[in-house]
């Protein structure tokens, strides 16, 4: 979805792979025979990626990085560009240190996604799509179905998954990422994986047919 935030940002001049990106490199091209080592193109975008965000605390993908993955695998720099463009996981521009991604499809819009937006609004100050926190902190996303229906409402952190948000628990969420700590993901209601609230309420106990 179109980010509303188009301020102006510069592109590195110079991109280069450090240890822990050569290292992870080595270890994807291995997969693929030679002649088709461009295949490599998704897992070495994320590679750049995570290397942007160890570097800078901002996780995205500049351009001169693209040409150095083009040239690794020996593709046209267009055809790099195709692939981070089309996927919404690759970030296009700078981030803040925290990417708050929030599912407002219909199963987390009918669990409550409006409040857990409005709730991130307020504690981060962001106002549209796509807006970074005056801190650098916080840049706000709205994405399409992260694939938890179940625990909806789902506020995706990074690669990290918070469930059943409200927006008391978003307010405790963004307290915790402003001193550094990242509480236990998956349920913030206390539930078992996917079970009910209030634990299993059935298959509690082990039951065997009776022998003829």
């Known amino acids: 979805?179109?980010?509303?935030?188009?301020?102006?940002?510069?592109?590195?001049?110079?991109?280069?792979?450090?240890?822990?990106?050569?290292?992870?490199?080595?270890?994807?091209?291995?997969?693929?025979?030679?002649?088709?080592?461009?295949?490599?193109?998704?897992?070495?975008?994320w590679i750049v990626q995570r290397q942007m965000g160890r570097r800078t605390n901002s996780a995205w993908v500049p351009v001169k990085a693209m040409d150095a993955i083009a040239e690794r695998l020996g593709m046209a720099p267009i055809r790099v560009y195709e692939v981070a463009t089309f996927y919404l996981m690759f970030n296009m521009r700078p981030i803040g240190k925290y990417h708050l991604q929030l599912c407002t499809t219909t199963p987390c819009w009918l669990?409550?996604?409006?409040?857990?937006?409005?709730?991130?609004?307020?504690?981060?100050?962001?106002?549209?799509?796509?807006?970074?926190?005056?801190?650098?902190?916080?840049?706000?996303?709205?994405?399409?179905?992260?694939?938890?229906?179940v625990n909806a409402p789902i506020l995706q952190v990074d690669d990290d998954f918070y469930e059943d948000m409200n927006a008391e628990r978003v307010k405790t969420l963004i307290a915790s990422l402003r001193k550094g700590e990242r509480p236990p993901v998956g349920s913030m209601a206390g539930r078992q994986k996917s079970a009910p609230e209030g634990g299993p309420i059935t298959l509690t106990t082990l039951q065997f047919a009776p022998e003829a």
């Open 111 to 149: 669990r409550g996604s409006d409040d857990v937006v409005a709730a991130c609004r307020a504690e981060t100050g962001i106002k549209g799509w796509g807006e970074t926190s005056a801190d650098g902190l916080f840049t706000m996303t709205e994405v399409e179905c992260v694939g938890a229906c």
């Open 1 to 45: 979805m179109a980010a509303t935030n188009a301020a102006p940002f510069e592109q590195p001049l110079r991109f280069d792979f450090d240890a822990e990106s050569e290292a992870e490199i080595e270890k994807v091209l291995k997969r693929y025979p030679p002649e088709r080592k461009a295949s490599g193109v998704i897992p070495l975008l």
